[in-house]
Each structure stands twice: as structure tokens, then as C-alpha cells.
């Protein structure tokens, strides 16, 4: 569909060696974009990419810490080196080190945090906005969670970053709309990645999610791919500030499966 090719288009995707950001990066090389896939382990990154690239597809895999100043200048320098201008940043590398109360989390975990879930989103920003003004051209997906909507158990410091984010998104799809960039974010449900292991492995709190979801499941990461590759395409020009929730329903308030 013409509407959903990137030909041509060069992609970055942080957070890219496995889970939703290596299906987010497979969804964007399966509609041509030259894909960029970014994670702290490189060895990681770049047998994920070598998967996807042996497809046939244009797919590279950068070790890049984005919770470093630095390390966001040497990524996006890497990225242009060797596809060109990025024209679509996936800000999708999160980290939760801690699971609990809020009061628990001491300042250590929230810097932690705030580095990785927040501030390298503004720091990739920076670094590929200037370029995307100049061409009058681009797209930003944030990756947000539904804890960023509404509080989920023990994910209260997450869930505020996730907040955090997506004001953020709005806030830039207002002040970088006059330059045709379109910014949006993706809220997933509970999706089975080793992210969130301790939530889909923990029986108690896995069933309590699937009993409160329409769908009764819990997502898969290649889900979660589909909204990224809407939010990333021309599909998506006149769309932006907008929160694409994919979470099967769970957000739409109580429900209890019937009983068999």
C-alpha cells in the first residue's frame, strides 16, 4: 500500500535488540526503510540486526548507551553515516529498576530512570529535529505504556516517567507541527517481553490483568509493531499528539470474563 511505504526513509529505533523495539524495526524494514536498531549491548544489537538483515532488508545494529549524552551524539553520527538524515526516530529504550511502592524507590533509581525513559528521548530529539525542520519532513513514536495512564501495581515510578513521556509527546507535536513533523506515542498493554517478565510471569498478576482485559490475553510484540508502522508512514501525516493505546482494552475500565 502506497501509504505505508518507507522507501527511501531511514529509521532509528532505540531499544532495538529484542521485544517491541526489534518487532517495531522488522515492521519498518518489511515496508523498505533503512532501519537503524540501537541497544546498550552491542553484541546483542548486531546479531538482531544481522536476523533481519539476512532478509534482504537494509537493517544495521548500533551499541549505543542512550542514557549518555555522548553516546546519542555517536549513535544518530553512526546512523547518518551510514543511511543518511534520520527520518523516523523510535524513541523505544526504557529501563524499571524498581518494582514497588514509590516511596521505596530511592534517588539513585529515579535518575536511573529519568535518564533512560525521559531525557534520552529529548536528547535523540535534539540531535535529530534540526535536520527534520530543514526537510520539512518527519516522524517521532514514543513508546508509553498504559502506567502512564493509569496506575498499575508497582509500577508507580515508571508509570510517572511514562506520564512524563507522553506530555512530552503532545508538547512537541504542538511546537514542531508547523515544521510537518508528526509526534505520537504508542501506550501497549501488558506484552510478553522479557521487560515485563516479572509481570507476565508473575501468575497472580498476569491473571488479574487478562481477567481485566476485553480481549483476555496478554499482547505480543509484534502487536505492538503494527500502530508503530501507522505512526511512522504517510498513513499518518495528519496525525500527531495523538496516544495510540494497544492494550486489547484493558484501559477501558472494570470487566471480569465470563465464568465457562
Not at 498478576?205 to 503494527?226: C, K, V, Y
Amino acid at each position: 500500500m502506497p501509504s505505508f511505504d518507507l522507501s527511501g526513509r531511514t529509521a532509528l529505533v532505540t531499544g532495538g535488540s529484542r521485544g517491541i523495539g526489534l518487532a517495531i524495526g522488522a515492521a519498518l524494514a518489511g515496508a523498505g526503510a533503512r532501519v537503524a536498531l540501537a541497544a546498550r549491548h552491542e553484541d546483542q544489537v548486531r546479531a538482531a540486526a544481522g536476523q533481519l538483515d539476512a532478509t534482504g532488508k537494509q537493517v544495521i545494529g548500533i551499541g549505543a548507551n542512550v542514557s549518555k549524552s555522548d553516546e546519542v551524539a555517536r549513535l544518530v553520527d553512526a546512523v547518518e553515516a551510514a543511511f543518511g538524515p534520520v527520518d523516523i526516530l523510535v524513541n523505544n529504550a526504557a529501563t524499571n529498576v524498581h518494582f514497588g511502592p514509590v516511596l521505596d524507590a530511592d534517588d539513585g533509581m529515579w535518575l536511573k530512570m529519568v535518564e533512560t525513559n525521559l531525557l534520552s528521548a529529548v536528547r535523540l530529539c535534539r540531535r535529530v529535529v534540526p535536520g527534520m525542520r530543514t526537510r520539512k519532513h518527519g516522524k517521532i513514536i514514543n513508546t508509553a505504556s498504559v502506567a502512564g495512564i493509569q496506575p498499575g501495581t508497582g509500577q508507580g515510578v515508571y508509570g510517572a516517567l511514562k506520564a512524563a513521556l507522553i506530555q512530552l509527546t503532545k508538547s512537541l507535536a504542538q511546537e514542531l507541527g508547523p515544521d510537518n513533523i508528526q509526534v505520537n506515542a504508542i501506550a501497549p498493554g501488558l506484552v510478553r517481553t522479557r521487560f515485563a517478565q516479572v509481570l507476565h510471569e508473575t501468575p497472580q498478576i498476569r491473571q488479574a490483568i487478562e481477567r481485566s482485559t476485553p480481549l483476555g490475553r496478554i499482547a505480543e510484540p509484534d502487536e505492538i509493531a503494527g500502530a508503530a508502522l501507522y505512526l511512522a508512514s504517510p498513513a499518518s501525516d495528519f496525525t500527531t499528539g495523538h496516544v495510540l493505546v494497544v492494550d486489547g482494552g484493558t484501559t477501558l475500565g472494570a470487566f471480569s470474563a465470563p465464568e465457562e
